[in-house]
């Protein structure tokens, strides 16, 4: 992680507390049960008092960022006084919003440029609620999406795809045009093995391969109905070159690398990279050659 | 009780039997097709949990596991949004200014009267009073459509309802879009003048190649006239500005691909397939069963044609088929009044006529003409109350559901389709309506059923297209 925010950076990032309700069978920042916000506050804190006035882009993140009650409040605050153009990206599980008087206090706290990062694992509850590895959580984030986008936030879907769902990634964007078509974008994700994902790679992990043709549908989808679409840490070569458009360079400089490879691959400057903290790659990676 | 040894529930559901499928629609317009014999497993409780089968099933909030408030939530916003054109009540409002025009249409279905002909104008002080029964809709946008006859014989009372509509406005503040029909055969300087002060929408028609269109018309010129204003409107106005209807004559019905291609050849890349109304001179030329048989044919092929055209990679899109997939793949609405439930007269559309009555819908005026005024909802000069509150419209308001009509209440295309008293009345005598004689039916029927067999067979290739017209 960065010691100092700066502007254009991806990586200027708050991490409130390790908590969370939900225990993602692939998280890659595994949650603690016991509370740890005031260990990271006096850090945050900092990052934030020593930023770039001119810093563009902060992420919230966890753990689930809204346990911390009227911490997260106090950075978000912070975040918008100290850097007045700063959209901020709130990562959470959603779960939280599904509460009307949590959300009613949200709204009035939450007065600056905001993006909702949240993930949705499935089209039913039931692959839902195994991958988060919490019952209800479904249900609850459903609630929150619904209660947020009726206030208008602009809000980022994010489905990380694996095992469990890589055969329903189209049904997931009908669902998603049919219940939660107010959402501003929708990002495909491709896991870093790390955390629980390593320890449950067998019973997580999909190579592209298996998913591409119905990744390439669930986009079609999403496009044409006009909700944006990005894919996130898949890179160029494991893609067909009609979603190359959609790929974004979305990993961090400071946790991106390359393999040997790669070095002559012509793609290299658009690919979004591998996550150097992965302990596993696709077999298939290979150089593109034009 | 059904025993289920799944303990799955249900949620309320239809069902019907395309080809060798079933296809299964719940309360929101969320659809499955499944092999035979699906909903008599899933209402005995034996779909199996580990299959796609019942992820699919909860998806489409057909079966749930339990009845929980978060679902109850997410359905109620669903059924909220799929009955949101009743949000703001009446938006379209069509003032027949005249009912006076210079064609002859085959198909004429507003019993158009020569151009020279006397009293058929709408008064000054009815087209006022109709002005301010407008206003007082609730809805905050409006549609003002001027319509015929020949709207472009009456330009002055064109140009008075405009500027009384300005007038009124200041104080009402609505937002308001104004749509001329006419057939552009004498579309004057004048005319141009006001369309381009006031943002006027051009609607006209066209029905394709010139031997057709002017065969329709029943006046030689036409199709060349038509031509010439739309160039002139085009560079005046702007090329989105004029959009055409089409209306399928029989003899239309032997040329899908030449009025397609007509359409292209003038730079439109948008075609709304229109069979005729059973109204005004329309009424007596037809065996109405055979018309819609091969009606049928005619749109399947266009429809065909224009999805090739898609595929070739030209943007060409069939509005009738937009309107229908965009009730089956979004949670949205459509503002197409023919098929809303609650019904689209008075709910969307009213008209105000030239004889200075207020009529349920363009249909229902039309009637009039014919002597019966089954369909009048009272005098311009009456209370805005009493036309659209009044004992009329409540009596209407108990047959114009597909919900709880006969023959809808429990038909699976019951969330795509609309209910027509007006329709129901001119063809068979009540308001009510029967559904298994039912022309009406038996056409949107057909064409559901079609297209859910063009989902089944062609979806990955069909869909990106008719999406992509649907969000355009």
């Known amino acids: 992680m960065t010691d100092k925010f700066i502007k254009g950076s991806n990586n200027n990032i708050i991490y409130v507390t390790s908590c969370c309700t939900n225990r993602c069978i692939m998280c890659c920042q595994p949650p603690l049960d016991e509370d740890d916000s005031t260990y990271h506050y006096k850090r945050n804190i900092n990052l934030i008092d020593t930023a770039d006035p001119e810093t563009d882009y902060v992420c919230i993140t966890g753990g689930e960022p809204t346990l911390s009650g009227d911490l997260l409040f106090d950075y978000m605050h912070r975040i918008w006084d100290k850097m007045p153009n700063s959209s901020i990206h709130l990562l959470t599980n959603g779960r939280s919003f599904a509460n009307a008087n949590y959300v009613e206090k949200f709204t009035k706290e939450a007065n600056g440029k905001l993006f909702v990062g949240i993930p949705l694992h499935s089209d039913n509850y039931a692959d839902h609620d195994v991958i988060a590895g919490a019952k209800g959580s479904f249900y609850a984030t459903l609630k929150g999406l619904h209660n947020l986008g009726i206030l208008g936030f602009e809000i980022e879907l994010r489905v990380i795809i694996l095992k469990q769902n890589y055969k329903r990634l189209d049904k997931i964007a009908e669902f998603i045009t049919r219940n939660l078509p107010f959402v501003a974008q929708v990002s495909f994700m491709g896991l870093e093995v790390i955390g629980y994902a390593e320890k449950n790679y067998s019973k997580v992990w999909m190579d592209s391969e298996c998913f591409t043709i119905n990744l390439a549908r669930a986009i079609d989808i999403l496009d044409n109905s006009h909700i944006q679409t990005r894919i996130f840490n898949i890179p160029h070569c494991l893609l067909p070159t009609a979603l190359w458009p959609f790929a974004c360079k979305s990993i961090s400089e400071w946790k991106k690398t390359n393999l040997g490879i790669c070095s002559n691959c012509s793609m290299i400057d658009e690919c979004c990279g591998l996550f150097s903290t992965s302990k596993r790659y696709s077999a298939n990676l290979k150089p593109i050659i034009r | ?472």
């Open chain 2, 1 to 472: 009780m059904i025993q289920r040894n799944n303990s799955y529930r249900l949620l309320p559901f239809k069902f019907t039997h395309i080809g060798n499928k079933e296809l299964i629609v719940n309360e929101v317009g969320d659809y499955l097709f499944m092999p035979n014999g699906t909903v008599q497993r899933v209402i005995s409780g034996s779909v199996n949990r580990n299959t796609e089968e019942y992820r699919d099933l909860l998806s489409k909030f057909i079966i749930c596991d339990s009845y929980n408030d978060i679902l109850q939530d997410v359905i109620a916003t669903r059924i909220r949004t799929k009955k949101s054109f009743l949000d703001g009540f009446t938006s379209l409002h069509i003032f027949v200014l005249t009912l006076r025009c210079n064609q002859k249409c085959v198909y004429c279905q507003a019993t158009s009267q020569n151009k020279d002909c006397v009293n058929k104008d709408m008064k000054i002080e009815d087209l006022n009073k109709a002005i301010s029964l407008m206003l007082k809709s609730p809805n905050p946008h409006i549609t003002m459509e001027f319509q015929g006859g020949e709207s472009s014989l009456v330009p002055s009372l064109v140009e008075h309802a405009i500027l009384e509509t300005e007038r009124q406005n200041k104080s009402v503040g609505k937002e308001i879009k104004y749509v001329i029909c006419t057939n552009i055969i004498h579309f004057s300087e004048e005319l141009l003048n006001l369309c381009e002060k006031y943002n006027v929408f051009v609607s006209t028609s066209l029905d394709g190649p010139e031997s057709i269109h002017d065969s329709n018309r029943g006046v030689s010129g036409s199709y060349k006239h038509f031509v010439d204003s739309l160039l002139r409107i085009r560079e005046r106005l702007g090329q989105d500005r004029i959009s055409p209807l089409m209306t399928t004559s029989v003899l239309s019905l032997n040329y899908p691909i030449e009025i397609v291609d007509s359409y292209r050849q003038l730079s439109f890349h948008y075609i709304f397939l229109r069979p005729l109304n059973p109204y005004g001179r329309a009424k007596e030329n037809e065996d109405w069963n055979l018309y819609f048989d091969k009606f049928l044919e005619f749109y399947k092929k266009s429809l065909d044609y224009i999805l090739l055209l898609n595929k070739r990679g030209e943007f060409f899109v069939e509005g009738f088929t937009a309107m229908v997939m965009k009730k089956i793949l979004t949670p949205f609405p459509i503002g197409f009044v023919d098929l809303q439930s609650p019904a689209g007269i008075i709910n969307s559309v009213v008209v105000y006529n030239y004889d200075g009555y207020v009529y349920c819908s363009d249909e229902s005026r039309m009637m009039a003409e014919s002597g019966d005024f089954t369909f009048r909802l009272g005098k311009v000069s009456d209370k805005y109350e009493d036309i659209f509150y009044g004992k009329k419209a409540q009596a209407l308001s108990r047959v114009w559901a597909t919900e709880y009509i006969a023959g809808c209440s429990d038909c699976a295309f019951q969330q795509y389709c609309g209910a027509d008293p007006v329709r129901n009345y001119s063809t068979q005598g009540d308001w009510y309506g029967h559904r298994p004689s039912s022309l009406f039916c038996k056409f949107h029927k057909a064409v559901f059923e079609y297209l859910f067999e063009l989902i089944d067979r062609r979806g990955n290739e069909v869909l990106p297209i008719i999406r992509r017209w649907i969000y355009d």
